[in-house]
């Protein structure tokens, strides 16, 4: 994602307001700034999108936040490289109204349907 106007097309798609929260104890540390600039830029121009920064406990938190419900995707540290894209494809999913479900082939969906027990899941990406 190299371009800001592909990205911005992109995101003109959203049909329902996400909101995008950080939250951090340092608003001044290197890495928060960095951070709010990128997510900054993607909120410009877009009005689905909003950006709300709050103190907090975590380092550095990304939580994106539908009108009707908070999306299961939180994302620490800052969106760049392979995040970035990760993040654009889950704001894309969170402000489209479809369920998390819905995106998936149906032998996808009927495998997740069959777990009958909570499963935590955590995916780890390299810096870039």
């Not at 908070?70 to 894209?85: D, I, T």
Request: glycine letters at 6%; charged letters at 20%.
């Amino acid at each position: 994602m190299n371009n800001w106007g592909t990205v911005h097309q992109r995101l003109q798609t959203i049909s329902r307001p996400v909101r995008i929260v950080v939250t951090t104890r340092d608003r001044h540390q290197s890495c928060t700034r960095s951070a709010i600039e990128i997510l900054t830029t993607l909120t410009e121009d877009t009005p689905k999108l909003q950006l709300v920064v709050k103190d907090g406990e975590e380092p550095l938190a990304i939580t994106l936040e539908a009108a009707d419900h908070r999306s299961p995707v939180s994302f620490w540290g800052v969106p760049s490289g392979f995040e970035l894209s990760a993040l654009v494809d889950a704001l894309l999913v969170t402000g489209s109204g479809q369920t998390e479900f819905s995106i998936l082939p149906d032998e996808v969906v009927r495998l997740l349907k069959s777990i009958s027990t909570p499963v935590g899941t955590d995916i780890y990406v390299a810096p870039t």
